[in-house]
């Protein structure tokens, strides 16, 4: 079964930082992953999502990146705001029933 | 914003008594997923349909059944509910679900649920 993991669990860092949040995941064979955040009492709102055969995505201050080979990838923030304060989750697919989700990285901007 | 609702958003019942939660979307996407979310173990998917009538079990299934009758619709259901189901309940689509970008999901508002 498919194990994915986010480290750390929470993070604080002062407005301005980039920073680096990560994922790693234990089976190499993966259609896509994709990144997201959550605010509290929230649903998920779709940040990236990075196709098996790409390296990396971008959207504005975001950027992602994805090897699977060694079953990580990193989304990297840069300039962070007090908006960007949320959980950000990574989820993997590996079929089109075969979802799984990190348990996230809770992002805390300090002004 | 993708036109996803729940409903109910949040409800109490109490334990053996059946729950059904909905999920209407707008989008005319063609996958529709049912997932709980729990401390300690994220996001963990129930059920998913891959068109009307079309529907598969997820991770987490036991105790849980649905039903698509309509492209927009995906219901789901408590038959009996218990306290371990108590959790967050969130829908989600996605035009496709086969590796593409067109895979990007879509998440609704959620809905909390309480057994007592």
């Known amino acids: 079964k498919q194990e994915v993991t986010q480290i750390p669990a929470a993070l604080s860092v002062p407005e301005g930082e980039n920073l680096v949040l990560n994922c790693s995941f234990t089976?190499?064979?993966?259609?896509?992953l994709q990144w997201f955040r959550q605010d509290p009492g929230k649903g998920l709102t779709s940040l990236l999502l990075i196709q098996s055969s790409q390296r990396e995505q971008t959207s504005g201050r975001l950027n992602a990146s994805l090897d699977k080979s060694s079953g990580r990838s990193t989304l990297y923030i840069a300039a962070s705001q007090p908006g960007d304060s949320a959980t950000y989750l990574c989820a993997v697919r590996t079929g089109a029933n075969n979802l799984f989700f990190g348990t996230g990285t809770r992002l805390t901007v300090i002004p | 914003d993708a036109g996803i609702t729940q409903s109910p958003r949040h409800k109490v019942t109490e334990t053996g008594t059946p729950v059904t939660l909905r999920c209407h979307q707008t989008?005319?996407?063609?996958?529709m997923y049912w997932y709980r979310q729990d401390p300690g173990h994220g996001l963990r998917l129930i059920h998913y349909s891959y068109g009307v009538k079309d529907t598969d079990k997820g991770e987490v299934s036991d105790g849980y059944s649905v039903s698509r009758s309509k492209t927009e619709d995906f219901l789901l259901t408590l038959e009996s509910a218990t306290s371990s189901q108590t959790s967050v309940y969130f829908c989600?689509?996605?035009?496709?679900?086969?590796?593409?970008?067109?895979?990007?999901?879509?998440f609704g508002p959620g809905t909390r649920l309480t057994v007592l």
């Open positions: 989008e005319n996407h063609r996958y």
């Open positions: 089976d190499s064979a993966i259609y896509n």
């Open positions: 989600a689509i996605s035009e496709s679900g086969s590796g593409g970008v067109s895979d990007t999901q879509y």
